[in-house]
């Protein structure tokens, strides 16, 4: 399984923007997918969370309202929507895919990482 984020990129605080992961995997649907970020300094954290059908999300509380995760299972990606962002907001941002097909926010659980999107928000 491998999987290639994009869309990060240079933003103002306010702005939004919208992470793309292509998911190269023999069955796209046997996955649950997620995105996390890591700040510079600080350990990798779960940002939202996809369900193998995507009928089920979570997110973390901070990001709840702002962010929104959904996948395409036809174009086996999985995005991730930012809206309002802040100089926090400021991380490289990772997809990740899980064998559990659930929609889950332990990094544990995720067997397979992308090589992260570099997001800065400039006050």
């Known amino acids: 399984v491998q999987l290639q984020a994009s869309g990060g990129g240079l933003v103002q605080a306010g702005d939004s923007l919208r992470l793309s992961c292509v998911v190269s995997?023999?069955?796209?649907?046997?996955?649950?997918l997620g995105w996390f970020r890591q700040a510079a300094g600080k350990k990798r954290e779960f940002v939202a969370g996809i369900n193998y059908d995507g009928s089920h999300t979570i997110y973390a509380e901070a990001m709840k309202g702002r962010f929104s995760i959904s996948k395409d299972n036809a174009k086996n990606t999985v995005d991730l929507q930012m809206r309002s962002l802040e100089p926090e907001d400021t991380a490289v941002y990772y997809c990740?895919?899980?064998?559990?097909?659930?929609?889950?926010?332990?990094?544990?659980?995720?067997?397979?990482w992308g090589q992260g999107t570099l997001v800065t928000v400039s006050s």
């Open positions: 990740a895919a899980s064998i559990m097909r659930i929609a889950q926010g332990t990094e544990e659980y995720y067997s397979y």
């Open positions: 995997a023999r069955t796209f649907m046997d996955y649950g």
